[in-house]
Structures are given as structure tokens and as C-alpha cells.
């Protein structure tokens, strides 16, 4: 059974709910095992359950007792349903279809996507049984700064600007034909990004590129390669400086969620710890 939570059982179930956040395979994403986020900042998300509009705790009751703790947030404008936590302890598959039974009568027209880490074979297998498509599998890498040694920075990279936008554009309009970041967009909030290209004989053969410059935690948005012989050097190459910057410029970790088995191989041996996989699911109601 699914209800609602009241303020005083948000105190009681607080840290039943952290402590399941720190078991993968009773997680949904984000989690809390990459290093980066902690306890205050999972009390924090949570507070928003039940001080913000338009979000709302459940919690998920099995036998009288509670076995989970289900956080989301909904858009009305977007029609769209963002999940904050999925937290079950036992019956994470019993949990997940009344979750969307009362997402279908409650939110008719929404969307919602989420992401399963590969640890929680319950809720896989629950997905593949009730026809829902596993929409691509994610490597999950995260790269905390304290444990990083800046490295030799490669001559072939170099800072992009709006200046030398060009360079970046000519390898990433190849990539964008579905993506939201196209190039023009890029380029009007460059003041947002960070992008490195590897340039050789005046040509770009590839460049990597973050949102959020200046901040403490980011994330690479994509490494956009041209296919050649040198794609393993200029793939190395740019993640380094890319991560020579970042930490440079006091970042604290780096995020990267990385769909290829080839560019995974380089970005574990410049320093990245692969934390799980991440497969992707998403309705429409």
C-alpha cells in the first residue's frame, strides 16, 4: 500500500530511507553511493517532499509494516514526472506497480522517465516482465578531485571559445541530430560551458564539453570523436585536459555518464571509478 507521508513520520523515516539510498540494489537513481552526495544533502532533497508544491513522499506499506520511501516531483507545465528517490526494502517490484497504477489515475497525459542501477535485478526483471523497453545502458563514473594528479596537458588540445567556436561545431554538428545542446545553443550560453577541442593540422578531430563552469560538481555532457586511427589518443587526451582544468578551477568531482564500451576502457585509466550501470526506462500516461 502506497499513502502519503505526515511531518512527524518524516523525522521516524529519515534514516530508514538514507539507509536503504546506500544499497544499490534497493536504489533507483540518483544514488547516494558515488562519494559526492551525503547524508545533508539527501535530508535536504527530501525536506523538499514535504515543503514544496508540487512534490510528494509516499511511502510504500507491505504487511502492515513500511518497507520504502518513494520521492517525486511533477511539472505541471512540462506534464512531465522527475523522480527524486525510489527506495524499497522488501518488494521493490510490488512497490513500483502501484507507483505507476497511481501515477496513471493521478497524472493521465504526464510523462516520467527513470534510470535503474544494475544492482536492483528486482525491479530489472519487474520492468522486462511488465513490457517496459530498456531504453540504453549507462556506464556510471564519477572522479573525485582530492584523489586526482593533474596530468601532462597534450599541445593538440585547446580551450574553445567564441572565437574559435567553429572548431567545435564542425565535430559536434555530426552528433546533435536528436539532442537538445545543439551547437547554436551551445554557443548562446557559452558563458555555461566548458569545451576542449583536439586540433591536428588545423583540424578538429574531437572535442569534450561541461555544463556548469565554476561549480564544485559537474558533469561531462558528451566527447564527440571523429572516427580514425587516433580515436583512443584523442578521446585520452581530452578527458586529461578536460580534468586538468576542472580541478584547477576547485571542482570537486566530475560525473560522467558514458553509453560506449570502447571510450569506457580510457575514461577508468585517466582516473574514473565506474560506481554501476545505469539502464533507462520512460512512459508516457
Not at 18 to 41: C, E, H, N
Not at 85 to 101: M, S, V
Request: hydrophobic residues 40%; contains cysteine; proline residues 1%.
Amino acid at each position: 500500500m502506497l499513502r502519503k507521508i505526515n511531518e512527524n513520520e518524516f523525522e521516524k523515516y529519515i534514516d530508514f530511507a538514507y539507509d536503504l539510498a546506500l544499497d544499490l540494489s534497493k536504489s533507483a537513481f540518483p544514488i547516494y553511493t558515488d562519494g559526492v552526495k551525503d547524508k545533508t544533502y539527501f535530508y535536504e532533497v527530501a525536506k523538499r517532499g514535504i515543503e514544496r508544491a508540487h512534490h510528494e513522499i509516499l511511502l510504500f506499506e507491505k504487511d502492515g509494516v513500511v518497507e520504502g520511501w518513494i520521492h517525486y516531483y511533477y511539472l505541471e507545465e512540462d506534464k512531465y514526472i522527475g523522480v527524486n528517490t525510489i527506495l524499497i526494502r522488501n518488494g521493490y517490484a510490488d512497490a513500483l506497480e502501484e507507483l505507476f497504477a497511481y501515477w496513471k489515475n493521478r497524472f493521465k497525459g504526464y510523462s516520467w522517465n527513470m534510470y535503474l542501477p544494475d544492482e536492483n535485478q528486482e525491479a530489472l526483471f519487474f520492468m522486462r516482465e511488465r513490457g517496459y523497453a530498456d531504453q540504453g545502458q549507462e556506464y556510471v563514473n564519477v572522479l573525485l578531485f582530492d584523489n586526482y594528479i593533474v596530468q601532462q596537458d597534450s599541445k593538440k588540445v585547446i580551450s574553445v571559445g567564441k572565437d574559435n567556436f567553429e572548431l567545435f561545431c564542425s565535430v559536434h554538428s555530426q552528433f546533435e541530430t536528436d539532442m537538445y545542446w545543439t551547437s547554436g545553443r551551445i554557443e548562446k550560453h557559452m558563458e555555461d560551458w566548458e569545451i576542449f577541442a583536439y586540433v591536428k593540422d588545423e583540424k578538429c578531430l574531437g572535442a569534450v564539453y561541461y555544463n556548469g563552469k565554476g561549480e564544485k560538481d559537474l558533469e561531462i555532457f558528451g566527447i564527440d570523436v571523429i572516427d580514425s586511427c587516433e580515436k583512443n589518443v584523442v578521446i585520452e587526451k581530452l578527458l586529461i585536459s578536460c580534468l586538468n582544468h576542472a580541478k584547477r578551477s576547485g571542482a570537486k568531482s566530475m560525473y560522467f555518464f558514458n553509453e560506449d564500451a570502447f571510450t569506457q576502457e580510457l575514461v577508468v585509466k585517466v582516473g574514473f571509478d565506474c560506481k554501476t550501470v545505469a539502464h533507462y526506462f520512460l512512459e508516457e500516461l
